[in-house]
């Protein structure tokens, strides 16, 4: 695979990321930050920040694509600082950890700065007002990794407790924790379609299904330390970057490995970045190189060389990209190669060796379509016989040789054969269930009795006459739960013509559904696909998409009804419901108003953050987070409190208050060590109080000031 553009900044790259200018940002170790066009790579402009990082496995800065924060590690990695790009200068700090910071993130909304620890802790900040306002399920050891999904609504973590922790940020709920691992976690990425992948210690990478906690698959190939990961957006493609510099490309539609080494460099993959506009992934590198591929190159070339029929220089450009075989132009390139194979297979048939050879010139540079060739020239030599042998009524003869020359039957003559067999089987089986009959049911299928393929059929068919009527009858009257009880018993069944008529019947459902589904009839989608599932062979194909149909229909009609609650909590449920029109308005609508609430919680402006969240108080899905944002404003009050010295019992109250509806939480803890130290006199032991829970919270216990 080449690139197409390649820069050398000659310090290690920590960060590559796209912003919503449409440019990079790119950060090299000592934290020199320049802001690079996407196109050409070329720098426009940047600046030093002047923190070097001795350590850069994890994420140790990160940026706002807003372009109005980053964070970063300090150098000794004791405290995380948040810096305003306006003024280059740190703002804010979180220095809570016990002990070294470990790696830190900031989502995609660019809400919330987060810094995680050692200590398994997750501190989360207000950006806009500089304040902590949350903290994430904890740890009980070190974390590796923090990743956000695509529309921030969706917050992972792993560690060395071999857990991954999920927590929705709109709900402000945690999902729980994901087990599987056998060693430590210390890569996470976001896939479309709620999948989370994570990487461990050993190189054993599972991908999650984020709503039952199952694992949907194993990624395999992975055979070095894995140091960067990204997805493509649409889900189609995963990329994992290593320690010796490979890059290895995975297709998670299929979960199977396109390449072990998609890409090859010298130095160390230190970051990845994917621009869905480009379809361009973005390499960082230990050496400070800066690569940028196309993810598709080389298809125009193949669309030229396709319509030239020079078959052998495809094929080479699809061994320099293999990701091309995943696209719609290899599809078109296999049709017209299946089609020419049926066209020789014809002439061979009759006998026109030297016209099927001409057609499928073109392809014999191809080493596996030539291995094709090969086998179809020396299988054909003796399609006479088998010719003969068909045309006499010596079945038995031709099936064994089309079983030593398997291309016969691909022929017409082999598949009109079978064609007699179905229909003499068909005829015999009426004729069986009858004892007046049965000798000309034997009679009529004695041409096919020493095929052994054939044999046992004819055997059951005849032992096993009632097992049959079952069947039909069970058939007609669409008791299909009862159908497939027979045929797991009786699998010689499915050799059976009504079987075959049964699935064409499923197939047209399955493509009634579909074609419903595109013009948007969503009622009549569901009909058809719940008709399907009562089809073993369709229901793992079509119970994800009944699931995401029946999500957004909820999702509509709860809106048309106006309610909110319901409406956020498929939205809540469904990542795909978010880049929808309607999910974009909700999402956005939430948004204004939590950044509204969070500049009056900053001020412990308790009525302010109520009449921020005023639409919502009834949205029952939105507790959790709404109540956080009240604690937040009631934090500030009391940390208000203590800096102006106000009297021990009323900031004694403020505590009690406090913990008394939300509990105690990271945060008040961390509030009441600061209180101690102001305040030695006080003999309050918040480890007697008693504690609510932030998930009973109720908009009935909202109070206007929490130290009254």
Known sequence: MKHKVLKNYNEPIVLVKKLQDGNLVVIDKHSTIRFVETETLKTLDGFKAKIEHQRYKTRVIDFATN???????????????????????????????????????????????????????????DMENAKLALTLPPHPDTINDIVFNKTG?????????????????????????????????????????NRLVSIDKNGDALVWNLFDKSVLAHLHG???????????????????????????AYDVEKYELID??????????????????????????????????????????????????????????????????????????????????????????????????????????????????????????????????????KYALAYSLAEQNPEYKESNLFKQLEERWRKSFK??????????????????????????????????????SDVYNRFKIALGQKDFAQVYVYLHKHPFLRNFPEYHAMM?????????????????????????????????????????????????????????ENDLSQAYRYLSQNEELSLTNEGKILEKKWDKALLQANKFAAKGDVAGVKNAFEEFLEVKQKFAAIASVFAYAYRTQIENAIRGAQPLHVVEKGFKNYISIFGKDEQIENL???FQQRYRDSKLNIELLSAGSIGNWHPAMIVSNILE
């Open 260 to 393: 072990r080494s998609y890409i090859k460099l010298t130095g160390a993959i230190t970051s990845l970045c994917f621009d869905e506009e480009s379809d361009s992934l973005f390499v960082g590198t230990k050496r400070g190189e800066l690569y940028k591929y196309y993810i598709y190159e080389g298809i125009d070339v193949i669309k030229y060389l396709i319509q030239k029929r020079e078959f052998k220089n495809v094929q080479e450009h699809l061994e320099e990209n293999p990701i091309l075989k995943y696209t719609e132009i290899y599809n078109v390139l296999e049709t017209i190669w299946e089609r020419t194979l049926k066209k020789a297979r014809r002439l061979f048939e009759t006998g026109k060796k030297s016209e099927a050879l001409a057609l499928l010139e073109p392809y014999r540079q191809i080493p596996i379509k030539n291995t094709v060739i090969n086998r179809l020239t020396e299988q054909y030599a003796d399609f006479k016989k088998f010719y003969d042998l068909v045309m006499s009524g």
């Open 672 to 674: 009441f060590a600061v």
């Open 504 to 560: 064409k019947y499923a197939q047209k459902l399955y493509d009634e559904a579909m074609d419903h589904l595109e013009k948007n009839e969503l009622n009549s989608a569901l009909k058809y696909l719940r008709m399907v599932t009562e089809f073993e062979e369709y229901y793992d194909k079509v119970k994800m998409l009944i699931e995401d149909i029946e999500s957004r229909y909820k999702f509509l009609e709860a809106i048309k």
């Open 222 to 248: 992975i055979h070095d330390d894995v140091t960067a990961v990204v997805a493509e957006p649409e889900g189609k493609f995963l990329f994992l970057g290593t320690e010796l510099g490979y890059i290895l």
């Open 153 to 193: 609504q969706w917050v992972a973590t792993c560690g060395y407790d071999r857990k991954i922790s999920v927590f929705n940020l709109d709900m402000m709920r945690p999902l729980g924790k994901l087990k599987g691992h056998a060693s430590a976690v210390m890569k996470l990425a976001f896939i479309s379609k």
């Open 67 to 125: 372009r109005k924060f980053f964070a970063s590690l300090t150098a000794d990695a004791k405290e995380t600082r948040l810096y305003s790009l306006a003024t280059k200068k740190a703002i804010a700090r979180i220095a809570r950890h016990h002990g070294e910071v470990s790696c830190v993130g900031i989502d995609p909304k660019n809400r919330y700065l987060f810094s995680c620890g050692d200590d398994g802790k997750s501190f989360g900040m």
């Open 427 to 464: 005829e015999a089986q009426k004729l069986s269930l009858d004892p007046h009959t049965v000798e000309q049911a034997k009679k009529l299928l004695m041409p096919f009795r020493g095929i052994s393929e054939k044999a046992k059929s004819i055997q059951e068919m005849f032992i096993q």
